[in-house]
């Protein structure tokens, strides 16, 4: 088994969008449109301190996609493909708090208006106005648990590159489309455990 320290840096003109579902009261009588304006920093994910984090599972599910829309296949394993080792065989973690220098928190944030589908469903037709935190530059540091040995350095590294660019986190990312939460690994630090 191997662990990895990830650097990682958004891509210029790529910022963090986070779009966490959350359970806000409504005031009131206050309307939709009201309580999205008062809460919509609470679609940012944040730990104890209150500095936002990217979910573990958005960079679990990340590698997997990257391995998935690659589709490289394991030598000498008969047309065995690396995106079933992907899915089993490696673990973020836990959530990545990012910085730009300091900690990001939900404060920080830029408010990016949109006009989303009403019911969440492209294509639906009705559109609502919506609001989410997003971070034009962020960095941080991302922990992965390697399980399985015939995922290499080299194989790990070269699926976080694509991953970080064909892929993203957050919301309004390139695989639905988007441009937002692309990502480049600055630096990587393994190390060899048993247990």
């Known amino acids: 088994m191997r662990h990895v320290h990830v650097h990682l840096e958004n891509i210029p003109g790529s910022p963090y969008s986070p779009s966490a579902m959350h359970d806000t009261p409504f005031l009131d009588r206050e309307s939709h449109e009201d309580w999205d ?3 919509w920093r609470e679609h940012a994910t944040v730990n104890r301190d209150g500095q936002v984090c990217i979910p573990a599972m958005a960079f679990k599910l990340n590698l997997d996609s990257a391995a998935f829309k690659l589709g490289m296949k394991v030598p000498n ?11 089993s065989g490696i673990i973020c973690d836990h959530d990545v708090p990012i910085a730009n220098g300091s900690a990001l928190t ?3 944030a830029d408010c990016r208006l949109i006009s989303a589908h009403a019911n969440g469903r492209r294509g639906s037709g009705s559109r609502v106005p919506r609001r989410f935190p997003e971070f034009p530059v962020w960095h941080g540091i991302a922990e992965f648990t390697i399980l399985d040995d015939i995922i290499t350095p080299e194989v790990f590294e070269t699926h976080m ?3 970080g660019i064909i892929v993203g986190v957050g919301r309004f990312r390139p695989e639905n489309g988007g441009t937002n939460g692309r990502f480049r690994a600055t630096r990587y630090e393994w190390e060899n455990f048993e247990l």
């Open 37 to 39: 304006k008062r809460t």
């Open 77 to 87: 394993r008969r047309g065995a493909m690396y995106k079933g080792f992907f899915t």
């Open 106 to 108: 939900k404060d920080s």
């Open 161 to 163: 590159k694509a991953g």
